[in-house]
């Protein structure tokens, strides 16, 4: 709108400047007769009264320079100056006495009193008399007779205020096909990269959808690929870690050394590490794929206590006590398989990170709005400034000193944003860590909709 007034006032002053331009050479007030011929009228009329002759004549310049415009100052202003027999028988306050006109009728310019003059005079038929009007030679002297004219300040102040409101309305009505796109783009979740569904009609906007949906389909190809490279690397990885093993294993029933032992030993522990790496890599790139999967109904009560049950041999190692609350079985909408490898990497890093003879607890309730799973270590724990680090794969805490490959969280937010949900990180009742999935998609027993 802005825009539009300023070009508006650009235009407006273009055109008087042509205007200006046209009338430099023949200023209106000089140029026209019926003044020139009324004042001569006057004057030879009035020829036997001199005083009131004067009194009429200026009055006759005030109003000349009133309806001119730049008060009385001469040097912005018109003035009038009559001669009778070559004697000056009246002149304006201030007029530059000094300019006469050589040929009568015609514009002309000459010096006086130091300034630069525009005059035309004027001779009675009948007698010896001359009227001369001056005026200020310049543009700045015409740009004040328009402006006292109200041709200037005067359309600008009328018209501005009518185009605010048609321009702010045209601009909300231009906008509104965009703003389709932009609130689609801010409501998309990172992982989604189809095309947008909004395609306005307006040509100029749909070549940029366009050219945005081509992108996004480059993108999505280039993820892809490189989900399928992951994946496949992994997967072909495992074959060879799991020959190794066993050649290892079997080297150790021939060696009798205790160091030798102790070097294959590390080896397969480094194995061990290396293999977990590659099977969780292989849980990410199912977890991202960015295939539409189905969602099914899961008893999520019942798969938590299968985990619970799968990975107590872990607990037992360190004497980690599960503890499991839960009232009714309680259904949701998911992959059963990503499910599992979400609580699975949850209840590993709780039983990995808390101390020999600790508790986890896991909970599972339903509440009015979402199905909630909270798992607690007495762990660590998780510094504030870093929970929301600790997402990105391959991040560790730098004060952990267990073994990880930094991916375990990673795999659970991806599965949680497939699944709808929410995942927060707080400090437990012991000061380790709960984890806290919200699944906004809740499901009663008998797997019907809630």
């Not at 041709?151 to 600008?156: E, F």
Request: charged share 20%.
């Amino acid at each position: 709108m802005i825009a539009q007034m300023l070009l508006l006032t650009l235009l407006w002053c273009l055109f008087l400047t042509w205007i200006l331009w046209e009338n430099l050479r023949s200023p209106p007030m000089l140029t026209g007769s019926k003044t020139y011929e009324t004042i001569l009228t006057v004057v030879d009329r009035m020829d036997d009264r001199p005083q009131a002759r004067t009194e009429v004549l200026e009055a006759f310049s005030h109003a000349l320079r009133e309806s001119y415009g730049g008060g009385e100052d001469p040097a912005l202003t018109i003035s009038l100056i009559v001669r009778k027999n070559d004697k000056i028988i009246y002149s304006s306050d201030g007029a530059p006495t000094g300019v006469t006109n050589t040929r009568y009728g015609q514009l002309q310019n000459s010096e006086s009193e130091g300034r630069t003059w525009t005059s035309r005079t004027l001779k009675s038929g009948s007698a010896d008399t001359e009227v001369t009007l001056v005026t200020p030679a310049g543009s700045w002297n015409f740009f004040i007779y328009l402006n006292s004219q109200g041709y200037y300040i005067l359309p600008l102040l009328v018209c501005i205020p009518f185009l605010l409101f048609p321009a702010w309305l045209s601009v909300r009505i231009a906008m509104r096909p965009w703003n389709k796109v932009v609130n689609e783009i801010a409501l998309r979740a990172p992982e989604d990269l189809s095309p947008l569904k909004a395609v306005p009609k307006h040509m100029e906007l749909r070549q940029m959808v366009d050219a945005i949906n081509v992108f996004l389909a480059r993108l999505r190809e280039s993820t892809e690929r490189e989900r399928v490279f992951i994946a496949d690397a992994a997967h072909e990885l495992r074959t060879p870690l799991a020959a190794m093993r066993i050649n290892v294993e079997a080297l150790q029933s021939w060696v009798s050394s205790e160091s030798q032992q102790e070097l294959l030993a590390g080896i397969i522990r480094s194995n061990s590490r290396a293999a977990r790496l590659v099977n969780q890599l292989l849980l990410m790139m199912h977890s991202e794929a960015l295939t539409d999967t189905v969602m099914e109904p899961v008893p999520l009560t019942t798969l938590v206590q299968e985990r619970m049950a799968e990975l107590s041999p872990l607990a037992a190692e360190r004497r980690i006590e599960f503890e499991f609350y839960a009232h009714d079985e309680i259904w949701i909408s998911g992959v059963r398989e990503r499910l599992m490898s979400l609580i699975d990497n949850l209840i590993e890093n709780a039983v990995k990170y808390s101390p020999e003879g600790g508790r986890v607890e896991v909970d599972v309730r339903s509440l009015e709005k979402f199905t909630q799973l909270r798992i607690s270590d007495s762990g660590p724990g998780i510094l504030p400034e870093l929970r929301e680090r600790v997402f990105d794969r391959f991040f560790r805490d730098p004060n952990q000193i267990q073994n990880g490959s930094g991916l375990g969280l990673a795999i659970v937010k991806a599965v949680a944003q497939q699944h709808n949900s929410s995942i927060c990180l707080s400090t437990s009742a012991e000061g380790g860590l709960m984890v806290t999935i919200d699944f906004s998609q809740q499901r009663v027993s008998g797997g019907t909709l809630a």
